[in-house]
């Protein structure tokens, strides 16, 4: 890792499953929003208000392919800001925004390890993480029951599609290949939606921890790195099992991973979780690169959640004539109403591009006061855009009970037909599930750290 001054490196954010759908439109919005709110100023470093993001994908062709759109983006961006005389032709376009492309598939825990240990080598600084890329492995829809429910009370069920089929859980690929003129070892078995959606950007996440916490010493500090992960406003509760976490029982390991990572971003700011969150934030040895880092580790980066709504992406691939009764259902939803219909990626990514950009101490007033929340990207009938808070079962907007200080309304609008007030028993219970869930999680990690460990020691 190079030295450098923070004010020398560029905002770094990384954004995993760029190639397509939410992913990329986070990549295309951190363009058009970081031109828009942080223009150059003369006075600075040329670099002070550059933007790099590094995307991951799974193929070179991919990296390749997004490489160029993002290029091509970028360079329209800022002839289209210099054009409006809002900026200068001698800061050239790669100046101001940059990209890295890595390869890794977040569902093979050698390329996790092997992605975080490339990122902290070829940067000295890092912003924010986007852990977008996932799988939905969906089973089919339920006809009958569509129509029904379509029927009976057609805003909600094309919002709460509860007609859709989650398949049960299936098992990744084995993590450890086989190494000629050796036996191959044993290893435990782990969830393919669990391990693409969650557990590969937890080992991801903990890999970079290092960089992450590296802000800056006392004279240029710089506020929290930041951790966005990826929800969605399906994240039941009844989904989850806490006794299987990796949902390789239940019959909707989507769901399950989401709940899951509800609880684990919204309780990590409590007491109950600090052992657990303070040990997967620190980096262990096999994740520090052999060159330390210029900046002193001082502060850890903060967790937060969003969700895109409901959007078309190619999550769940269907046949032509469905992709489109989809999206007609889409824009019938949004029209009568439902705030959760952004049908767009890039309205999509409005949550967590604004998560990463936003001032540290907006979001910290607004949690600060009103709870931790969960941040959904929402629109109106028109399309208008929207950041607001989602409600969460068993912690509502914010943690915060009715009558307490800081305690805000529910949105009836969009609202899940099942959905509860919080009481202070419900909210008990979210953070004892979060606490056990954040041990299981820790546990895990560090059981497969010791297997990854022993597979390099052996290579």
Not at 298 to 303: G, H
Request: proline share 7%.
């Amino acid at each position: 890792m190079a030295s450098a001054s923070a004010l020398d490196q560029p905002f770094t954010v990384l954004v995993t499953g760029a190639n397509s759908g939410v992913g990329q439109a986070v990549c295309i919005r951190l363009i058009d929003e970081f031109l828009s709110i942080r223009p150059p100023t003369p006075r600075l470093s040329p670099k002070a208000h550059t933007l790099k993001i590094i995307f991951t994908v799974r193929s070179p062709s991919k990296a390749e392919e997004t490489l160029v759109r993002l290029r091509r983006h970028r360079d329209q961006c800022v002839r289209d800001w210099v054009r409006k005389g809002h900026g200068s032709d001698e800061l050239a376009p790669d100046l101001r925004v940059s990209f890295e492309a890595q390869l890794a598939d977040l569902m093979n825990l050698i390329s996790v390890r092997k992605l975080a240990r490339t990122v902290q080598e070829t940067n000295s600084r890092l912003d924010a993480v986007v852990c977008n890329a996932g799988i939905a492995n969906l089973g089919g829809v339920d006809w009958l029951a569509a129509i029904k429910d379509i029927l009976r009370r057609p805003k909600h069920s094309l919002t709460f599609p509860i007609f859709m089929k989650q398949s049960r859980g299936q098992l990744a690929p084995r993590q450890l290949p086989q190494i000629e003129g050796k036996e191959r070892p044993e290893e435990p078995p782990l969830g393919e939606v669990f391990t693409s959606n969650l557990f590969g950007h937890y080992l991801l996440v903990h890999g970079l921890s290092g960089l992450l916490s590296a802000r800056g010493g006392k004279e240029t500090p710089l506020p929290p790195a930041r951790v966005i992960w990826t929800s969605s406003i399906e994240a039941f509760a009844h989904t989850l099992n806490t006794q299987d976490i990796q949902g390789l029982q239940g019959v909707a390991s989507y769901g399950s991973s989401k709940r899951l990572t509800d609880l684990l971003a919204l309780t990590s700011e409590m007491p109950s979780t600090t052992r657990y969150v303070n040990a997967f934030l620190s980096p262990s040895s096999s994740s520090t690169p052999s060159e330390p880092s210029p900046w002193s580790p001082t502060i850890k980066p903060k967790l937060y959640v969003s969700h895109p709504g409901v959007c078309n992406t190619a999550i769940a691939s269907l046949p032509l004539i469905l992709l489109y009764a989809k999206l007609l259902s889409f824009w019938i939803a949004r029209w009568l109403g439902s705030p959760w219909h952004t049908i767009t990626p890039y309205k999509g990514a409005c949550a967590p591009v604004w998560l990463v950009l936003a001032p540290q101490n907006t979001i910290e007033g607004i949690e600060g006061t009103y709870g931790k929340g969960k941040w959904g990207s929402a629109t109106d009938r028109l399309g208008g855009e929207s950041v607001v808070k989602t409600e969460v079962e068993g912690w509502g907007m914010g943690g915060k009970l009715r009558g307490e200080e800081g305690c805000e309304p529910i949105r009836r609008e969009g609202r899940w037909i099942g959905a509860k007030e919080v009481t202070k028993e419900s909210r008990e219970e979210f953070e004892a599930q979060g606490r056990e869930c954040w041990k299981e999680m820790e546990q895990l990690r560090e059981e497969w750290e010791r297997i990854l460990n022993g597979y390099e020691e052996r290579l």
